[in-house]
């Protein structure tokens, strides 16, 4: 079992940064993608972006593609969200997301831990 726990967001101006961490307890984080899915008020969640078990792959969607970069601390047990040049089509909650499959998938049912979101509000 794996518990996520996301942190960082908050209010920013368009045009800002911000940095979302999420904290995954156990010792096998090492066994799991990891990604990020968002959701808006009245939309369906979106999937932002996934790393691999290794670190060595990322994929983002197209929206968030130059802007956004996931990365994650092996050590820490803990991924990353680097968040730039933000739109206020970037508003949402971001979920931090594991996959105990290593087939790439960009689908929400694929995965099989979530965290519980975390508020991103960009301001224009």
């Known amino acids: 079992q794996v518990q996520l726990v996301e942190s960082g967001g908050g209010l920013v101006q368009a045009g800002g940064s911000l940095r979302l961490s999420c904290a995954a307890s156990g010792r096998t984080f090492g066994s799991y993608a990891m990604g990020w899915f968002r959701q808006a008020p009245g939309k369906e969640r979106e999937f932002v972006a996934r790393?691999?078990?290794?670190?060595?792959?990322?994929y983002y969607a197209d929206s968030v593609k130059g802007r956004f970069t996931i990365s994650r601390e092996k050590d820490k047990n803990t991924v990353f969200l680097q968040m730039n040049s933000l739109k206020p089509e970037d508003t949402a909650v971001y979920y931090c997301v594991g996959d105990r499959e290593t087939v790439t998938t960009r689908l929400p049912q694929e995965y099989d831990y979530w965290g519980q979101g975390t508020q991103v509000t960009v301001s224009s």
């Open positions: 790393i691999s078990r290794t670190g060595m792959s990322t």
